[in-house]
């Protein structure tokens, strides 16, 4: 037997010594970790996956620590991936910031993990998915996805979820950066954490204006729940699990989960072709020479076909 | 001098019949037409495109009607390039539904023109910014990018305009579709149309509302104004050409513009280096070959992996 063969066995018989060292081989990329999930993926695909994002300093890690403990009540087994592109961490560390998770840190039913990206092609938004169906073949049947800032890459990242909890807080009005990326597009459940500070009910009500905007709930769309907690004391912990848990009732109906996983799928597999495709022909996709050439786009002393043809030559 | 040859100092000598074929060749794909459009290269980048997109019905032809008249009135030329992508039509040909910009159909200061995709190289997403090229290049110095839909292909599109216009009307709860493509997110100006209707005050409070969530004008970021019209007779227009001269007037302080427009070249030269790679690899990025290959992730049959192996093959 491989050593592949070995790990694969590993992850399946939920070994925390298995997984921890194939994350660590799907963070770094390369052939060894593709293979090994492939051999588990026919495994995968029986977890539900929650999404948790929200600007730094909303509270998403103490709700999530929240929400451990609230599924560990049920008895069942629960795995998060904390998703870090800027982390210089590598290879399993428990990052500093994690600390408010640590009340589970010796419970052999959570499972808890930061993600940087180490070399992998394409980068977090292919490693993550690579990352959640270990988790899942080992028999985890909840995943949490938090992403650590609201950057581009961890919205697409969190998007990528059964049901995305995007979390604000009252009189949240710092999101320029986070409206830019998109997160209020993805919530399938809002929370506005720390509810207990001025500004909740407009916050609530400027909420439930957008929903009505974007015709939330409408033509049996879903309409996302606005959920209030304070996750320092654990209050509202109870309604976002209810709400998680309507939320995945939901896409259990009609063809919801279907078409949402249809879409994921073809995205992802788009994303792996574009990897390799960029990855066997050398293209500089960015850095300083691709940064260049933008620059000379935009002098327009060169045009952008001309400028593909020289990252292609 | 080559055909070619003749057809770029037609555009530069802002001859209707030269622009009108070119565009049929930036349409069409081809090398031919990325030659001429790298000629005028040099000559474009003066234009500022107005990006004009809402749900069907919303009643932005006839706001661009109105736009046209006001930006007529002032003298300038203006140049329309209407996006869609499910459009039959092709070569030049003006949309049945494009009845309400017939006002200006005999201007000589007016070009008005449809864009289907018809075989270029990624699509509208890359045969737009050519379009508007062209145009820009004949020295039309106000672009309106009017989008068809709210679909995925239009959005993307819409969001590369200098300033973008989101319309709405009052009790728009029909947003389903578009709030996936995440039309809320891009708008640079608001403008609800049919202001006579009922539920102005509430939709205009739900968007007000939205705004605050996101932290719009914190931080030196941009606001965008609500504009009430109701384009059928004429009411809000110059409120909504206001608006967008303030907005370009806020791009050309600080580096807002140039960061855009930087961003914006990034992407573009991505996707011409992604349509290059895909084209020159033969790989079925999308179709029945494709589609199946989904299909089969998803009942777990073979991993996305082996499926881009297959692909690539």
Do not use: C
């Not at 959640?132 to 969190?158: C, H, K, M, N, S």
């Not at 909420?207 to 974007?214: K, N, Q, T």
């Not at 729940?225 to 259990?252: F, K, M, N, Q, Y």
């Not at 994303?271 to 935009?298: H, K, T």
């Amino acid at each position: 037997m491989t050593d592949a063969g070995a790990l694969v066995d590993g992850v399946l018989g939920a070994d925390r010594g298995a997984i921890a060292r194939l994350l660590t081989l799907v963070e770094q990329g390369g052939p060894e970790a593709v293979a090994a999930v492939a051999r588990l993926y026919p495994e995968s695909g029986k977890a539900h996956v929650v999404g948790m994002t929200g600007a730094p300093g909303a509270g998403k890690s103490t709700l999530t620590n929240r929400l451990i403990g609230r599924i560990r009540a049920t008895g069942d087994r629960v795995g998060v991936l904390a998703i870090d592109p800027s982390s210089p961490f590598t290879g399993g560390a428990i990052l500093g910031d994690r600390v408010r998770m640590q009340d589970h840190a010796v419970d052999p039913g959570v499972f808890i993990r930061s993600m940087a990206t180490r070399g992998h092609l394409g980068g977090l938004a292919l490693a993550a998915p690579q990352a959640l169906r270990v988790l899942d073949a080992a028999g985890i049947p909840w995943l949490i996805l938090e992403t650590v800032g609201v950057g581009q890459v961890e919205v697409e990242v969190a998007a990528t979820a059964d049901t995305v909890v995007v979390v604000l807080n009252p009189g949240w009005g710092d999101g320029v950066q986070a409206n830019k990326a998109g997160i209020l597009e993805i919530a399938d459940v809002f929370v506005v954490n720390k509810a207990d500070r001025d500004g909740l009910r407009q916050t609530v009500a400027d909420l439930e204006g957008m929903l009505a905007l974007a015709g939330a709930g409408r033509d049996g769309s879903w309409r996302p729940p606005i959920v209030e907690t304070v996750a320092s004391r654990g209050e509202g912990t109870d309604e976002l699990w209810s709400a998680i848990l309507g939320h995945r009732d939901w896409l259990a109906t009609d063809d919801h989960a279907h078409d949402r996983r249809t879409a994921r799928i073809a995205a992802e597999l788009r994303a792996i072709v574009v990897a390799r495709l960029v990855a066997g022909s050398g293209v500089a996709y960015d850095g300083p020479e691709f940064d260049a050439l933008v620059d000379r786009i935009e002098a327009r002393t060169l045009d952008p076909y001309a400028a593909a043809d020289e990252l292609l030559a």
